[in-house]
């Protein structure tokens, strides 16, 4: 009898491994084609690759553009250049303030401040430009786009100095720079600005006849108390209302006295100005500025005590200048009450700094508050001789002056 071998359980031990053996390489076909394993050497190469990667664009970044040999290769290799397909790149991000604009007020120390910036641009190594232009301060919207782009143009780090009224960056998407300023008990300004522009300072007897060639004798030698109490246009708002424009803006309404120019130059100030000083308490001015700006004034307070300083500094003192008499003080301190509550703010904010930085005050204080001038009116002095009583008026109108 023939026996049936292929149900045997011997064939069918045969057959069963080649059949799993032809369905394993059909299922795993595929990924036997992907290595499973890398070797040791070239998971070095992939993290190499992979940190070399990243700090070079770290670099990148740091340097605000490609690093240089990479546009020497691009060069070489065509003659289009980095520069050509994606433009300059981004300019380098300091670290630290690197576009300074000082818009300083007439009269308020500028001169003493810019004569200590030549300084100090030459040791620091910035960029200083000072403007000669005096007279304008108010720009067309032209004139202002215009000069801020100058502005913007100049090679950083920079310090921009002119007397303009404040310049809003920010409208005409152009990166607003920093600002400072310093400003001066609004009554002294006046009085060193009126004589100033009839008789100039220490540094020439006649350059105050280049500045005002058109002005007569009769203008020239005008009494302050005469152009005050007779309400002159020189001594009379809107004259008068000077220091505030500089803060409030290019707007038409920041040259009407009154609150709206007040509370915006208020607002810039906060929003806008790193500092702004006042001239009386002008070396603790420059602690803070050494403070805040290092690389621009690290040095300024040595330079400004300096014998070989002091001897130019003094060249910038108004000459022939004499205090008005106490009733035109009065009539002058109502017409610049606008001013003064703005200097009293500076004041407040420049000693709220100088506190937080724990910065130790060597100034004095003034020897008269803004009360002085309010309360001359409810004062009744005993009758006195003539000449006493000249003596005492002229006593008490100097003592008003500050001479920083």
């Given at each position: 009898?023939?026996?049936?071998?292929?149900?045997?359980?011997?064939?069918?031990?045969?057959?069963?491994?080649?059949?799993?053996?032809?369905?394993?390489?059909?299922?795993?076909?595929?990924?036997?084609?992907?290595?499973?394993?890398?070797?040791?050497?070239?998971?070095g190469f992939c993290m190499a690759t992979l940190f070399f990667f990243c700090f070079g664009s770290l670099f990148y970044q740091?340097?605000?553009?490609?690093?240089?040999?990479?546009?020497?290769?691009?060069?070489?290799?065509?003659?289009?250049?980095?520069?050509?397909?994606?433009?300059?790149?981004?300019?380098?991000?300091?670290?630290?303030?690197?576009?300074?604009?000082?818009?300083?007020?007439?009269?308020?120390?500028?001169?003493?401040?810019?004569?200590?910036?030549?300084?100090?641009?030459?040791?620091?190594?910035?960029?200083?430009?000072?403007?000669?232009?005096?007279?304008?301060?108010?720009?067309?919207?032209?004139?202002?786009?215009?000069?801020?782009?100058?502005?913007?143009?100049?090679?950083?780090?920079?310090?921009?100095?002119?007397?303009?009224?404040?310049l809003n960056f920010t409208r005409f998407r152009i990166e607003q720079p920093v600002y400072i300023n310093i400003i001066r008990d609004p009554i002294n300004r006046f009085l060193s600005n009126y004589f100033f522009r009839r008789f100039g300072d220490w540094r020439g007897e006649q350059n105050h006849l280049i500045r005002?060639?058109?002005?007569?004798?009769?203008?020239?030698?005008?009494?302050?108390?005469?152009?005050?109490?007779?309400?002159?246009?020189?001594?009379?708002?809107?004259?008068?209302?000077?220091?505030?424009?500089?803060?409030?803006?290019?707007?038409?309404?920041?040259?009407?006295?009154?609150?709206?120019?007040?509370?915006?130059?208020k607002q810039n100030v906060l929003e806008n100005y790193l500092i702004v000083g006042i001239l009386e308490e002008l070396e603790d001015v420059l602690l803070l500025l050494e403070r805040l700006l290092p690389h621009y004034f690290t040095g300024v307070l040595n330079i400004y005590k300096s014998p070989d300083y002091r001897k130019m500094g003094n060249m910038t003192g108004t000459v022939r200048k004499h205090t008005p008499t106490l009733e035109a003080l009065q009539v002058l301190y109502h017409r610049m009450r606008y001013e003064y509550e703005f200097y009293n703010f500076i004041r407040d904010q420049f000693h709220l700094m100088k506190k937080k930085i724990g910065l130790k005050s060597v100034s004095q204080p003034t020897a008269y508050s803004p009360a002085f001038l309010r309360e001359l009116a409810l004062r009744t002095p005993e009758p006195l001789d003539e000449d006493e009583d000249l003596d005492t008026d002229l006593e008490d109108a100097n003592s008003w002056l500050v001479h920083p």
């Open positions: 009898m023939m026996k049936n071998f292929s149900s045997s359980p011997l064939h069918s031990n045969n057959q069963t491994p080649n059949h799993i053996r032809e369905r394993n390489n059909r299922k795993y076909g595929l990924l036997s084609a992907i290595p499973l394993r890398f070797s040791l050497r070239g998971y740091l340097n605000g553009g490609p690093p240089k040999i990479l546009l020497d290769i691009r060069q070489y290799l065509g003659e289009s250049t980095y520069l050509d397909d994606h433009g300059p790149p981004a300019p380098r991000v300091l670290p630290f303030p690197s576009q300074v604009v000082y818009n300083r007020v007439g009269k308020c120390g500028s001169r003493t401040v810019v004569i200590l910036l030549r300084l100090l641009a030459e040791k620091h190594q910035f960029n200083l430009v000072s403007s000669d232009i005096h007279n304008k301060t108010r720009l067309t919207k032209h004139e202002q786009v215009d000069l801020m782009k100058n502005i913007s143009n100049i090679p950083q780090p920079f310090l921009y100095t002119r007397h303009v009224h404040f005002t060639p058109g002005m007569k004798d009769d203008e020239r030698y005008l009494d302050i108390n005469v152009c005050i109490l007779e309400n002159y246009p020189e001594c009379s708002n809107p004259r008068v209302f000077y220091i505030i424009p500089y803060f409030c803006g290019q707007h038409p309404q920041c040259r009407e006295p009154g609150v709206w120019a007040l509370e915006r130059a």
